[in-house]
T-cell receptor, first 115, second 115 residues
Framework: DAGVTQSPTHLIKTRGQHVTLRCSPISGHKSVSWYQQVLGQGPQFIFQYYEKEERGRGNFPDRFSARQFPNYSSELNVNALLLGDSALYLC??????????????FGPGTRLTVL | DAKTTQPNSMESNEEEPVHLPCNHSTISGTDYIHWYRQLPSQGPEYVIHGLTSNVNNRMASLAIAEDRKSSTLILHRATLRDAAVYYCILRAINAGGTSYGKLTFGQGTILTVHP
């Protein structure tokens, strides 16, 4: 079975540009979460979507936005890129919402470098 | 979110047991204890979780102190493939609202396994 897939694998942008990262959850999973992992730190929660609705948001500026599509795939958008946005962006999927023992399955991430 | 404290790093030899500690002195009665690990160049992966009783699965064992203020992840025979960053995370049973999908990662413990 395919796991969580993310695209692209790597991306290089310059300051001020916009970026879109994509995530496909495990088949049958309806929830997608996004995390940012800066080098040397643990992942930080950005968003969670379930059934195409935002269900949670971390402490990130409004430059970060996301959406979930009818097929449960998701996009993370970041506007006006800053050098500090350079990080590994991780997507995780889980079967549902509201069950705190649900395992989150992570993709390999997208490595974003902002120059 | 209740906070967890882990050692920055630990070392082990291959085929020896490894005990990874986690302190969570402010844990509430409704917090599950979850462990995830992140292998080099990969997204985090679920290891195990528990509430009050010790738990075993094919990957590891989780020993939970009687007062639940600490726990220990036990790898019974470490292999080179177990070299990773191990994260101890608390998740509320009924987080609800905007907290459900959020995994709060700390710095984790970097486990080095020597051949």
């Amino acid at each position: 079975d395919a796991g969580v897939t993310q695209s692209p694998t790597h991306l290089i942008k310059t300051r001020g540009q916009h970026v879109t990262l994509r995530c496909s959850p495990i088949s049958g999973h309806k929830s997608v979460s996004w995390y940012q992992q800066v080098l040397g730190q643990g992942p930080q929660f950005i968003f969670q979507y379930y059934e195409k609705e935002e269900r949670g948001r971390g402490n990130f500026p409004d430059r970060f936005s996301a959406r979930q599509f009818p097929n449960y795939s998701s996009e993370l958008n970041v506007n006006a890129l800053l050098l500090g946005d350079s990080a590994l962006y991780l997507c995780a999927s889980s079967p549902g919402w509201g069950v705190s023992t649900d395992t989150q399955y992570f993709g390999p991430g997208t490595r974003l470098t902002v120059l | 979110d209740a906070k967890t404290t882990q050692p920055n790093s630990m070392e082990s030899n291959e085929e020896e047991p490894v005990h990874l500690p986690c302190n969570h002195s402010t844990i509430s009665g409704t917090d599950y204890i979850h462990w995830y690990r992140q292998l080099p160049s990969q997204g985090p992966e679920y290891v195990i979780h528990g509430l009050t009783s010790n738990v075993n699965n094919r990957m590891a064992s989780l020993a939970i102190a009687e007062d639940r203020k600490s726990s220990t992840l036990i790898l019974h025979r470490a292999t080179l493939r177990d070299a990773a960053v191990y994260y101890c995370i608390l998740r509320a049973i009924n987080a609800g609202g905007t907290s459900y999908g959020k995994l709060t990662f700390g710095q984790g413990t970097i486990l080095t396994v020597h051949p």
